[in-house]
């Protein structure tokens, strides 16, 4: 993240408070987890709220205008997701208050927005899962939601992209398939099983490279091509 320009070019310094702030920004999110540990949920609150208020200051905006455009999806990647799990605490912790329950759903929408697209977007999309199974979830409605918003307009397609990684027309034509599935109940449950297990053989195939070639050549390759000419 960078000071933005002046109109005549010149970079905008900031005052030294912010500066400092974002300097020790790290040591307030963890004492904000801190305090989650230790179950002092106002206390986290206050601490993940003065967290992105201090990003949100860096960038000369408000938190409820953070975004990820602010940061670089490279370089900014850790930072990003520490502000998703921001977000994803403060969902949880304003969901416990009827009061509070809009301003659940506006951080879980932020949770989503600073989740799809990353490579822990499947990993936060577990965290909703478990949430969600384990009952704690008042507002079950908003975050099941929540869930199947990140899995269908997630653009990984774990299976068909590790087979056909340079075949844009193929993921583009199986991407759009992924989203008319997901207007049916059985297309959404197809898509969850689809982000439960198709990350874990990617994975398998990357740690055994003979088994990746076999299976990739004889098995994968050909299932995937065929479904992309079945939907196109």
Same mark, same amino acid.
């Given at each position: 993240?960078?000071?933005?320009?002046? !109109?005549?070019?010149?970079?905008?310094?900031?005052?030294?408070?912010?500066?400092?702030?974002?300097?020790?920004?790290?040591?307030?999110?963890?004492?904000? $987890?801190?305090?989650?540990?230790?179950?002092?949920?106002?206390?986290?609150?206050?601490?993940?709220?003065?967290?992105?208020?201090?990003?949100?200051?860096?960038?000369?905006?408000?938190?409820?205008?953070?975004?990820?455009?602010?940061?670089?999806?490279?370089? !900014?990647?850790?930072?990003?997701?520490?502000?998703?799990?921001?977000?994803?605490? $403060?969902?949880?912790?304003? !969901?416990?208050?009827?009061?509070?329950?809009?301003?659940?759903?506006?951080?879980?929408?932020?949770?989503?927005?600073?989740?799809?697209?990353?490579?822990?977007?499947?990993?936060?999309?577990?965290?909703?899962?478990?949430?969600?199974?384990?009952?704690?979830?008042?507002?079950?409605?908003?975050?099941?939601?929540?869930?199947?918003?990140?899995?269908?307009?997630?653009?990984?397609?774990?299976?068909?992209?590790?087979?056909?990684?340079?075949?844009? !027309?193929?993921?583009?034509?199986?991407?759009?398939?992924?989203?008319?599935?997901?207007?049916?109940?059985?297309?959404?449950?197809?898509?969850?099983?689809?982000?439960?297990?198709?990350?874990?053989?990617?994975?398998?195939?990357?740690?055994?490279?003979?088994?990746?070639?076999?299976?990739?050549?004889?098995?994968?390759?050909?299932?995937?091509?065929?479904?992309?000419?079945?939907?196109?």
């Amino acid at each position: 993240m960078s000071n933005k320009k002046k !109109d005549d070019g010149e970079v905008e310094e900031l005052n030294e408070g912010v500066k400092n702030a974002y300097a020790e920004r790290l040591k307030t999110l963890k004492q904000a $987890l801190d305090f989650v540990a230790k179950n002092d949920l106002p206390k986290s609150v206050e601490k993940f709220k003065h967290y992105l208020g201090i990003l949100a200051a860096y960038n000369r905006t408000d938190e409820k205008h953070l975004t990820p455009k602010m940061f670089d999806p490279e370089r !900014d990647v850790a930072e990003l997701l520490l502000v998703s799990q921001a977000y994803w605490n $403060l969902a949880k912790s304003y !969901d416990k208050s009827p009061r509070l329950r809009q301003e659940s759903v506006r951080c879980l929408q932020q949770f989503i927005q600073f989740s799809i697209g990353y490579k822990y977007q499947h990993a936060n999309a577990q965290l909703i899962k478990k949430f969600l199974r384990s009952g704690q979830a008042h507002n079950k409605k908003a975050f099941q939601q929540a869930y199947e918003k990140i899995n269908v307009r997630s653009k990984n397609c774990y299976l068909a992209t590790h087979a056909y990684p340079e075949n844009e !027309d193929l993921l583009n034509t199986l991407r759009a398939f992924k989203v008319k599935l997901a207007k049916y109940s059985a297309g959404i449950i197809f898509i969850n099983r689809y982000y439960d297990y198709s990350p874990y053989i990617v994975n398998s195939f990357e740690r055994n490279r003979s088994l990746d070639f076999v299976f990739n050549k004889l098995f994968l390759r050909p299932i995937i091509y065929l479904i992309y000419k079945v939907v196109k």
